[in-house]
């Protein structure tokens, strides 16, 4: 069975500062990976996506992925933080595509002025 | 606009008390999921529905069931609520007609088990 594992519960990083937030995940077979953000008290907004093809993904508000098949991760990156980046970050594995997708345990992610 | 509905937005029950969560989408998606969130667990899928008519089990069914009224709709109901059922619920939908297209949530249940 698949299963996602972020190390990181809650990160606090400066604004302007660049940003990596890490997941691992486990399964058989080619994996469809997703990146999720949460802002507080909304629902989860995909930020990219990765199912095949270049490694490297970009998504929304200057985000961007890589799949790293060698070491099972799909760390999303950010060169420069903004203030409003401040939500928590859910990365998601699922088989053939977002059906029974499994998610990480989130990491929450604090912007300091 | 488009997207997905949940209501309500919050709801406070007493242990044993009995609610439905209702969920309805306009995007003409087939497949319906319901995900509870709990602090430290991501998100856990409770049921999901592949299509009009069908629903089928996830990671977290139990004291929970599911009613697939339409192509729009899709209810969360506890029978007999307990205090483990405190959770943040998201109602999601995906189009399947991609194995690449992801998941639209709506904005969330919040529910208090006292």
Redesign the interface.
């Known amino acids: 069975a698949q299963s996602v594992t972020q190390p990181d519960i809650h990160i606090t990083v400066s604004e302007g500062a660049s940003l990596e937030l890490r997941c691992n995940y486990s399964y058989g077979a080619t994996p469809y990976l997703f990146w999720y953000v949460q802002s507080p008290g909304q629902g989860l907004q995909l930020l990219l996506k990765y199912f095949s093809g270049d490694t490297l993904v970009q998504g929304i508000k200057g985000f961007e992925a890589e799949f790293k098949r060698s070491q099972s991760s799909f760390n999303l990156r950010k060169p420069s933080v903004h203030w409003s980046d401040a939500a928590e970050y859910f990365c998601a594995v699922g088989a053939e595509g977002a059906q029974k997708l499994v998610f990480g345990q989130g990491t929450r992610l604090t912007i300091n002025p | 606009n488009a997207g ?1 509905t949940q209501t309500p937005k919050f709801q406070v029950l007493k242990t044993g008390q009995s609610m439905t969560l209702q969920c309805a989408q306009d995007m003409n998606h087939n ?1 319906m999921y319901w ?1 509870r969130q709990d602090p ?6 409770i049921y ?1 529905s ?1 299509s009009e008519g069908t629903t089928d089990k ?1 990671e977290v069914p139990n004291g929970y069931n599911v009613s697939r009224l339409n192509k729009r709709e899709f209810s969360l109901r506890l029978e007999s609520a307990a205090p483990s059922q405190t959770s943040v619920y ?1 109602c ?1 939908t ?1 189009w ?1 007609g ?6 639209h ?4 249940t919040r529910l208090t088990v006292t």
Do not use: E, K, Q, W
């Open positions: 997905v497949s995900y430290g667990m991501g998100l856990r899928l999901y592949a996830g998201f999601a995906h399947t991609a194995n690449n297209s992801p998941l949530f709506g904005n969330g």
